[in-house]
């Protein structure tokens, strides 16, 4: 299966939760050393209310698994880099203001 591509670098394989895709726009356009960012699967959860939320959670083989959490739902993002978990969330805090 071919993945759809946004800038070359937002793999689009699922939907993506509300607001979220501006958020992963705004991170690539702003930061060469982020390869590519993959959504995954998007689950129902009761304690995703308010504005967008992402966290960094676990080191993957070439970067980083994020939840991203929206509208009553979360959603993974799988995120290709070699930076650490602080800059990361230090980039999608920014990306979030």
């Not at 509300?18 to 702003?30: I, N, P, Q, T, W």
């Amino acid at each position: 299966m071919r993945l759809r591509k946004a800038q070359g670098r937002l793999k689009i394989e699922h939907s993506i939760i509300d607001g979220v895709r501006s958020v992963l726009e705004r991170v690539l356009a702003d930061n060469p050393e982020v390869r590519s960012v993959i959504p995954g699967v998007i689950r129902p959860v009761r304690d995703a209310k308010g504005k967008v939320r992402i966290h960094v959670t676990v080191p993957t083989t070439n970067g980083w698994k994020a939840i991203a959490l929206s509208a009553g739902a979360r959603q993974e993002l799988f995120v290709s880099t070699s930076m650490g978990k602080e800059e990361l969330e230090r980039i999608f805090e920014s990306a979030l203001a």
